[in-house]
């Protein structure tokens, strides 16, 4: 099992940047990516961006791109999501999770999740 603990989330205004961390524990040996998702409400929980222990090029949704970075820290098990420039329709909650699979922008690939941290964005 590896089990992840996500913090950092809160109240920004718009324009405004937070970071978001994500600690994993367990067997992460056994997973090959990490990745970030969003939920608003009455939304489907969306792709945001993701990341390999190994290295290699991030993924990111196309709305995020130039504004959010992803990055990770090996020997901390730990990943983070960095949002700048941010907009109220970033407002959701944010989803750290974990996949032994290879197609990162999938949500089926994902096989740990973290609680979720709230993140909203007034205008």
């Known amino acids: 099992q590896v089990q992840l603990v996500e913090s950092g989330g809160g109240l920004v205004q718009a324009g405004g940047s937070l970071r978001l961390s994500c600690a994993a524990s367990?067997?992460?040996?056994?997973?090959?990516?990490m990745g970030w998702f969003r939920q608003a409400p009455g939304k489907e929980r969306e792709f945001v961006a993701a990341?390999?222990?190994?290295?290699?090029?991030?993924y990111y949704v196309d709305s995020v791109k130039g504004r959010f970075t992803i990055s990770r820290d090996n020997a901390q098990n730990t990943v983070y999501l960095q949002m700048n420039s941010l907009k109220p329709e970033d407002t959701a909650v944010y989803y750290c999770?974990?996949?032994?699979?290879?197609?990162?922008?999938?949500?089926?690939?994902?096989?740990?999740w973290g609680q979720g941290t709230q993140v909203t964005v007034s205008s």
């Open positions: 990341i390999r222990w190994s290295g290699g090029n991030p």
């Open positions: 999770a974990a996949t032994t699979g290879w197609i990162m922008s999938q949500k089926s690939e994902y096989n740990f």
């Open positions: 367990g067997r992460t040996f056994s997973t090959n990516a």
